[in-house]
């Protein structure tokens, strides 16, 4: 009885595994230049697996991989709706950064009573990023610790990239990027080894288009300007 059960979970492992292998060979073969199937695995709907296609958003497989389709799946849980792409989206984002930041990338401002954590792409010459810094110590006081990630909006080679590439460098980055998005002018440093590049077309990567772009600790982006106590409504 035992080796019938060891056998039947093998085959069942073996039978997963080329289920998976033959979805992702016939995904490839339609799958635009550049891209390529980087994960299969079972949903939570009978036949149907998730295709991660290196995009934010996974492609739906059916189980012999002949149909699939791209687009939004919702769950129904005590009559209400629950967005289970954008789950997926989250995880994947909360992935991409957490594999491609370390502490120094970040210039944090960190609440005293720490409740909530928040990543932020932010531009010096963004009108709403300065109206988010200059209220800076009110998200600290309910407990929400900020780290910043650079995104020049107009991009790497225009004034704005200059200017958060010399806070970054600066000795004391908390202070130069504050004067910056108070508006005073600083002579422009460029060092060698600043993360803005690889801040910014990590932003472009996980769907940045625009600052501030608040991400929370579960990977949702939330764009735009936020106060702090709606802020931390959304957080809660």
């Not at 460029?190 to 801040?199: I, L």
């Amino acid at each position: 009885m035992k080796f019938f059960l060891i056998l039947l979970i093998s085959f069942s492992s073996v039978y997963l595994d080329s289920n998976e292998s033959n979805i992702a060979s016939k995904i490839n073969q339609v799958l635009p230049e550049g891209m390529s199937v980087q994960s299969v695995r079972r949903s939570q709907i009978d036949n149907l697996y998730i295709v991660d296609i290196g995009d934010l958003q996974p492609i739906y497989a059916s189980e012999n991989g002949d149909f699939f389709l791209y687009g939004e799946l919702f769950g129904i849980k005590n009559g209400n709706l629950k967005n289970m792409t954008n789950i997926e989206v989250n995880l994947k984002r909360k992935k991409i950064l957490n594999e491609n930041l370390i502490q120094d990338d970040f210039i944090s401002f960190n609440a005293n009573y720490e409740k909530h954590v928040v990543t932020i792409f932010t531009d010096v010459d963004c009108g709403y990023c300065r109206k988010l810094h200059n209220e800076i110590k009110d998200y600290n006081d309910q407990g929400i610790s900020v780290k910043y990630v650079a995104f020049p909006r107009s991009g790497l080679e225009s004034d704005s990239y200059e200017k958060i590439v010399t806070a970054w460098c600066a000795d004391d980055q908390r202070a130069a990027l504050t004067q910056m998005k108070q508006g005073i002018d600083l002579d422009i440093s460029m060092c060698s080894n600043h993360p803005v590049e690889k801040h910014y077309l990590l932003g472009q990567r996980i769907g940045i288009t625009g600052t501030p772009a608040i991400i929370t600790s579960s990977g949702e982006l939330l764009p735009g300007y936020l106060p702090p106590l709606d802020l931390l409504e959304r957080l809660d």
